[in-house]
T-cell receptor, first 114, second 111 residues
Framework: EPEVTQTPSHQVTQMGQEVILRCVPI?????FYWYRQILGQKVEFLVS????????KSEIFDDQFSVERPDGSNFTLKIRSTKLEDSAMYFC????????????FGPGTRLLVL | QKEVEQNSGPLSVPEGAIASLNCTYS??????FFWYRQYSGKSPELIMS????GDKEDGRFTAQLNKASQYVSLLIRDSQPSDSATYLC???????????FGSGTRLLVRP
């Protein structure tokens, strides 16, 4: 069964450093998303991406964040200058055109900012 | 009112019983609802979606949607210890692709 994959599974970084989280969505999916979940809190929407551009973003997704689809398979989330409060699980999700709301999640990247 | 609300639990049921998980939502969310299961430290796993008023069954799971009461529920029949997890209710926003999640209900199935 096709699934969303994410790398790395864990990332530890120093405050102020840049991190890039990588995702490979399900192959025939066209809509891509990033969510995050701070420990013990809700899953929160960050950004959605379609047709090589951001379709929607939350107030969390400020200028420190960016997304990119550098090739036909990868979808990345970059945090330019990490803060302690960026420590969270980051989930990538994807959906197809027939049911854009039915989103399948990857295993996540646990980011720890020290 | 929060957009999607769930009781945090824990809800404790004996093995073999029916577990009933509930979720209420505000007017701002659309009529598309999803139940995800999340084991500790893992990602949300889609269980079911429901769009129309009434019941939708899939194996041991039944989702129920009552639009008049702005209420969606998930019933798990013949609960197993492996069903012990946090169950997340999510709704799609009108004119948006994003999902709004509730805080989740922790379910504990006692052997």
């Amino acid at each position: 069964e096709p699934e969303v994959t994410q790398t790395p599974s864990h990332q530890v970084t120093q405050m102020g450093q840049e991190v890039i989280l990588r995702c490979v969505p399900i192959s025939n999916h066209l809509y891509f998303y990033w969510y995050r979940q701070i420990l013990g809190q809700k899953v929160e929407f960050l950004v959605s991406f379609y047709n090589n551009e951001i379709s929607e973003k939350s107030e969390i997704f400020d200028d420190q964040f960016s997304v990119e689809r550098p090739d036909g398979s990868n979808f990345t989330l970059k945090i330019r200058s990490t803060k302690l409060e960026d420590s969270a699980m980051y989930f990538c999700a994807s959906s197809d055109r027939t049911s854009t709301e039915t989103q399948y999640f990857g295993p996540g990247t646990r980011l720890l900012v020290l | 009112q929060k957009e999607v609300e769930q009781n945090s639990g824990p809800l404790s049921v004996p093995e073999g019983a029916i577990a009933s998980l509930n979720c209420t939502y505000s007017d701002r969310v659309s009529q598309s609802f999803f139940w995800y299961r999340q084991y500790s430290g893992k990602s949300p796993e889609l269980i079911m979606s429901i769009y129309s008023n009434g019941d939708k069954e899939d194996g041991r799971f039944t989702a129920q949607l009552n639009k008049a009461s702005q209420y969606v529920s998930l019933l798990i029949r013949d609960s197993q210890p492996s069903d012990s997890a946090t169950y997340l209710c999510a709704a799609a926003m009108d004119s948006s692709y994003k999902l709004i999640f509730g805080s989740g209900t922790r379910l504990l199935v006692r052997p």
